[in-house]
């Protein structure tokens, strides 16, 4: 009901999409979230429409059910390639319009994409970029060894550094102004992209333009925070848990996170993961 705090259902097709409800906190305190992130099925980035399309329906149904006043869908390759398709009764918002929004407004010639080898054929970013304005070159780019090395925590390894600048070579051999950070997990990069990008490249991230669209739509719409941040939750929920998605929704969030594990269809609750703790159930 507007005027009250709204919940607001976030998923991903993993943990990444923490980086979404990141900014969703820093902007909404009095929000309460119900994350979902299909583990399970991981990674989305390398499958086919209809896959991608029908997991995504099945995320929907489960928030759904959960009653969110609002839902984003934090997955790029998701909301490059189901977004559209989707039945979704609730409010509800993906993260490429965001994201190509503000590249537009900070680009001057060249905005270069980087994201899943799906979202990249989906062809999705430069679309949505050349009808916000025809006149802006976009050159795209796989990276699809980015989300591992996320993963496994080497944001700041020096092999990073070197596979982040092999990626990057031609865009910016093109020449490049802007970079459009199309991935969930690139957010984590920022540092090693900014420092092969240099200055002279503005990085645009999808997490942070979702987050502005999103608390911008819910106020408009009368929502407040409310009681405030001490009444405002966030529940993970997973369909797969082990200790490194715990540990990556921790670097992510910047908090303490608890996994609960979950299967979409059934609903039934499968445990609940601490770090350091091997999931009970099975
Ligand atoms: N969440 C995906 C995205 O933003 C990255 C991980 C995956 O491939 O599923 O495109």
Same mark, same amino acid.
């Not at 929004?101 to 680009?107: K, T």
């Not at 979950?262 to 703790?277: A, Q």
């Given at each position: 009901?507007?005027?009250?705090?709204?919940?607001?259902?976030?998923?991903?097709?993993?943990?990444?999409?923490?980086?979404?409800? &990141?900014?969703?906190?820093?902007?909404?305190?009095?929000?309460?979230?119900?994350?979902?992130?299909?583990?399970?099925? #991981?990674?989305?980035?390398?499958?086919?429409?209809?896959?991608?399309?029908?997991?995504?329906?099945?995320?929907?149904?489960?928030?759904?059910?959960?009653? @969110?006043?609002?839902?984003?869908?934090?997955?790029?390759?998701?909301?490059?390639?189901? #977004?559209?398709?989707?039945?979704?009764?609730?409010?509800?918002?993906? @993260?490429? %319009?965001?994201?190509?929004?503000?590249?537009?407004?900070? &680009?001057?010639?060249?905005?270069? @994409? *980087?994201?899943?080898?799906?979202?990249?054929?989906?062809?999705?970013?430069?679309?949505? *970029?050349?009808?916000?304005?025809?006149?802006?070159?976009?050159?795209?780019?796989?990276?699809? #060894?980015?989300?591992?090395? @996320? %993963?496994?925590?080497?944001?700041?390894?020096?092999?990073?550094?070197?596979?982040?600048?092999?990626?990057?070579?031609?865009?910016?051999? %093109?020449?490049?102004?802007?970079?459009?950070?199309?991935?969930?997990?690139?957010?984590?990069?920022?540092?090693?992209? %900014?420092?092969?990008?240099?200055? +002279?490249?503005?990085?645009? /991230?999808?997490?942070?333009?979702? !987050?502005?669209?999103?608390?911008?739509?819910?106020?408009?719409?009368?929502?407040?925070?409310?009681? !405030?941040?001490?009444?405002?939750?966030?529940?993970?929920?997973?369909? /797969?848990? !082990?200790?490194?998605? &715990?540990? #990556?929704? +921790?670097? *992510?969030?910047?908090?303490? &996170?608890?996994? +609960?594990?979950?299967?979409?269809?059934?609903?039934?609750?499968?445990?609940?993961?601490? *770090?350091?703790?091997?999931?009970?159930?099975?």
């Amino acid at each position: 009901m507007p005027g009250a705090q709204p919940l607001i259902g976030v998923f991903d097709s993993g943990v990444g999409g923490l980086t979404v409800v &990141a900014a969703l906190r820093r902007r909404l305190p009095g929000a309460s979230i119900l994350y979902l992130g299909d583990t399970a099925r #991981l990674p989305y980035g390398t499958k086919s429409r209809r896959t991608v399309l029908r997991y995504s329906q099945a995320n929907v149904d489960f928030l759904e059910r959960r009653r @969110v006043d609002a839902l984003v869908v934090a997955c790029n390759t998701a909301s490059a390639m189901a #977004l559209d398709d989707l039945v979704v009764r609730a409010p509800h918002w993906g @993260v490429l %319009e965001p994201g190509a929004s503000a590249a537009v407004a900070s &680009a001057r010639r060249h905005v270069g @994409v *980087i994201a899943t080898e799906s979202t990249v054929r989906s062809g999705a970013y430069e679309e949505a *970029i050349r009808r916000l304005d025809p006149r802006l070159r976009v050159s795209q780019q796989a990276c699809p #060894l980015l989300v591992p090395l @996320v %993963e496994e925590g080497w944001e700041e390894d020096e092999i990073t550094g070197r596979i982040v600048a092999r990626y990057l070579e031609p865009l910016l051999a %093109e020449g490049i102004d802007t970079l459009l950070l199309g991935c969930t997990h690139y957010p984590m990069l920022r540092g090693v992209l %900014e420092r092969v990008c240099g200055p +002279e490249v503005t990085l645009v /991230d999808s997490a942070e333009s979702t !987050g502005a669209l999103v608390e911008q739509a819910l106020r408009g719409r009368g929502w407040t925070d409310g009681a !405030g941040p001490e009444s405002a939750s966030v529940r993970l929920f997973a369909t /797969d848990a !082990g200790p490194r998605f &715990a540990r #990556l929704a +921790e670097r *992510i969030l910047g908090e303490p &996170a608890t996994l +609960e594990w979950i299967d979409v269809d059934e609903s039934g609750t499968g445990g609940t993961l601490r *770090i350091g703790e091997e999931v009970g159930t099975s």
